[in-house]
């Protein structure tokens, strides 16, 4: 069964500071993974994906993120925070299951920015 | 413009009740998903759809029930089985292909009262 890990429930980061959002995933075969982000009482929005290719995948906003097939994680980073990048952020894998696409996401990780 | 719709946004059921969120896109888009977010659990899959008339169980798919009859068109609903129907509902879809990400909805806030 394919499963995503975000071991940290919130990340607290200075204004200006970069950042990391950590994110490893469990699947067999190869992995697309994904991050989304959810800003309060709302849906998520989509930041970058990584499907093959180049193991730093650059997404909207000026988020970035490095595939590491070794340590079968995928985290998001950014090099300078903003107070408005202050959300809920979600890691997700799609793999076949059953014969079906499916898609898991992590518990999600709350970034705070701190002016 | 094109997206997702969900209605309502808020809703309110009595202990015993069913109730049905719905869910529109216009996007021409394949597949139709529905999830559950509750705090600290992230989002979990109920069901989803590939095509019309079709549709699969998801990791909580108990005290739910779905049905596609129209490609836009993906309605949910909490039967009085689903012991604890209190959460946010997320409707998603994307188009078929493993590389297309998915397109949210705004969500249906579910509270029991």
């Known amino acids: 069964a394919q499963s995503v890990a975000q071991p940290e429930d919130q990340v607290n980061v200075a204004e200006g500071n970069p950042l990391t959002v950590k994110c490893t995933y469990s699947v067999s075969g190869n992995p697309y993974l994904f991050w989304y982000v959810q800003y309060p009482n709302r849906g998520l929005q989509f930041l970058l994906k990584?499907?093959?290719?180049?193991?730093l995948v650059k997404g909207s906003y000026g988020f970035e993120a490095e595939f590491n097939k070794s340590q079968t994680s995928f985290h998001l980073k950014k090099p300078s925070a903003l107070v408005s990048d202050s959300a809920l952020y979600f890691c997700a894998v799609r793999a076949y299951s059953g014969g079906y696409q499916k898609v898991t996401f992590g518990t999600g990780t709350k970034l705070q920015v701190i002016p | 413009d094109g997206g997702i719709t969900q209605s309502p946004k808020y809703l309110f059921r009595k202990e015993g009740q069913n109730v049905t969120l719905s869910c529109e896109q216009n996007l021409n888009h394949d597949a139709m998903y529905w999830y559950r977010q509750d705090p600290g659990q992230g989002l979990r899959l109920i069901y989803y759809?590939?095509?019309?008339?079709?549709?699969q169980k998801g990791d909580i798919a108990e005290g739910y029930s779905v049905s596609r009859e129209k490609k836009e068109s993906f309605p949910l609903t909490v039967t009085s089985a689903q012991k604890n129907p209190t959460a946010f509902y997320l409707c998603?879809?994307?188009?078929?292909?493993?590389?297309?990400?998915?397109?949210f909805g705004a969500g249906s806030r579910l509270t029991v009262l």
């Open positions: 990584y499907i093959t290719g180049d193991n």
């Open positions: 998603a879809s994307r188009i078929q292909g493993a590389a297309n990400v998915l397109t």
């Open positions: 759809s590939q095509i019309v008339n079709d549709f």
